[in-house]
């Protein structure tokens, strides 16, 4: 079946967010060390992301490294460093020859050195580009983010330039990390968990969200175009009813 040509090009998601969960366990079914499942699961998100290209999707925001993610032991925490700095000089030509800009949010001030300049040059030659926003959630949490927008909204308000009267959710969302992107249409998530996470929490307030089985390595395009399906299926209301939306 060509899930693809399912796919409605007139009701496409905006912005994709996916939990990319289930590397470790992938690792563990094969009889490999942890590492091998991440190491896969980078190349899942080189198909995901290509075939995001392709459809024409604006924005693509993958959850990478939590910051609890830092309590892992060290050398998991090391080795997904070095991938990441691999990954990043491995990938930049085939994200220039896609027309796709990376991004990221988080509190990368947290990376390695070598990591974050890597990341950040990366970023830089990426910027001329037009084409899909790959988002990359790193040392990130949606509590952090909050917490950090309410420490702004703080320093605001004691240089007088913040009143309570100036607060609104328009107002909110200019102090999350995804300030100039529209929020996630639809949120998947892999390996057979029902849980947010600390992702996107103020984001995802009306996504539609995706749950599968598959383990994150487990993931190809036609899984993502399953995604994409089923959400083309569903209603969004936003709280209106559906004699209002029609």
């Known amino acids: 079946m060509d899930y693809k040509e399912q796919i409605s090009q007139s009701r496409l998601p905006r912005h994709i967010a996916i939990i990319m969960d289930g590397n470790g366990r992938w690792a563990k079914k094969q009889g490999l060390a942890r590492m091998f499942g991440h190491r896969q699961g980078v190349e899942t998100v080189h198909n995901i992301t290509e075939a995001a290209a392709e459809l024409g999707i604006e924005y693509l925001t993958l959850y990478t490294f939590s910051t609890e993610n830092w309590n892992r032991p060290k050398e998991e925490v090391d080795a997904l460093m070095t991938l990441l700095v691999d990954t990043i000089v491995k990938e930049t030509p085939t994200l220039m020859k896609n027309n796709v800009r990376l991004q990221t949010i988080g509190d990368i001030n947290r990376l390695p050195e070598v990591t974050r300049q890597k990341f950040l040059g990366c970023i830089e030659q990426t910027s001329v580009n037009t084409g899909l926003t790959m988002v990359i959630a790193l040392s990130y949490s949606a509590r952090w983010e909050i917490t950090e927008a309410v420490r702004e909204a703080v320093r605001m308000t004691q240089s007088g330039s913040l009143r309570p009267e100036d607060v609104n959710e328009q107002f909110v969302s200019t102090l999350m990390t995804t300030k100039n992107m529209p929020d996630p249409d639809l949120l998947i998530r892999t390996s057979g968990e029902y849980r ?17 089985d598959c383990l994150w390595p487990e993931f190809t395009v036609e899984e993502f175009y399953k995604a994409i399906i089923d959400y083309q299926k569903r209603e969004r209301r936003f709280g209106k009813t559906s004699e209002q939306i029609h």
């Open 196 to 212: 947010i996470s600390n992702f996107l929490l103020w984001q995802l307030a009306y996504s539609e969200l995706y749950f599968t």
